[in-house]
């Protein structure tokens, strides 16, 4: 059964938990008074974290990662109580979870304190080549988006520089002969590209021919500059979070606070009935 939760000024201590334990008593009395039933909750304990689920639905109601759990305590006189204490991911709170357990308390206590042990460990394996990876992936990151900045600004200069060749164009030309530009032209009075008529056929108005243009493939799209798109493998900004240090290094610093496993006495409510 899960008491519930509670906030508490501090992440490890006795005399913390047992205020938390003591609240969150004298509120399941009131409810049951109330004709409400303590709610029944299913645990699941792994290397990742501790996960409060539906026992029917299987929605998690909770996921507490291991790293901001920080104390576990169950009560040596009743065996059913035990509780941690978990930093909110949101909130950066720290809170208390109370539960009743099938007189399991110390063994669920011990497995939470033995999944955070295998879990430092496996940190700590492979923690070197996961910080230098996502530092490289933060670092292309960054560099995408500069890029992209870069290519922004490139292209609202050349719209400008199209823009005064436009205005250019209106004022030297003599009064009353501004014609329609021809739509065979474009704004460089040059005969756009077509791969369906040669190059050869049209003359430009001096005799000459025009100079050959370099061929495209039809394939690739390319920018402004003849230049292939920018595409950096298809990673979106939203792929990897922007504060991936700071969580990394929230990791190690919970995992280096460690995890306070005690035996203390909760069964001091005497609303209990069973103390």
């Known amino acids: 059964q899960f008491l519930g939760s509670t906030e508490v000024e501090q992440p490890k201590g006795t005399e913390v938990v047992r205020d938390a ?12 008074s109330e004709g409400q039933k303590t709610p029944k909750v ?8 501790v996960k409060i689920l539906d026992p029917k639905t299987k929605e998690v109601q ?7 759990i920080s104390f576990c305590a169950d009560d040596k006189t009743d065996k059913r109580i035990f509780t941690f204490i978990c930093k909110d991911s949101e909130s950066n709170k720290h809170l208390c979870y109370v539960f009743d357990s099938e007189k399991c308390a110390e063994e669920i206590t011990l497995t939470i304190g033995q999944a955070f042990d295998l879990a430092y460990r496996k940190f700590l394996e492979s923690g ?7 530092k490289q992936i933060a670092g292309l990151q960054k560099r995408i988006q500069e890029l992209e900045t870069e290519n922004t600004e490139l292209k609202n200069k050349v719209q400008d520089l199209e823009n005064q060749l436009r205005i250019t164009q209106v004022h030297t030309s003599p009064a009353g002969s501004v014609t329609p530009k021809s739509p ?9 590209f077509s791969p369906i008529s040669p190059q050869s056929s049209t003359p ?24 292939e798109p920018f595409d950096p493998f298809s990673c979106g900004a939203g792929d990897f979070p922007p504060d991936i240090q700071s969580k990394l290094d929230e990791m190690q610093e919970g995992f280096k606070m460690g995890l306070t496993l005690e035996g203390t006495v909760f069964c001091l409510d005497p609303l209990d009935s069973r103390c």
């Open 184 to 192: 065979s032209t474009d704004i460089f009075d040059m005969v756009p």
């Open 21 to 32: 334990v003591r609240k969150l008593k004298f509120a399941r009395h009131i409810k049951k």
């Open 128 to 134: 070197g080549k996961d910080v230098e990876t996502r």
């Open 62 to 68: 909770h996921n507490c990662q291991l790293h901001r």
């Open 42 to 49: 299913e645990l699941q304990i792994s290397i990742y974290g």
């Open 204 to 227: 430009t108005r001096n005799g000459t021919q025009p100079p050959p243009v370099p061929s495209r493939s039809t394939e690739i799209k390319r920018d402004l500059f003849g230049a």
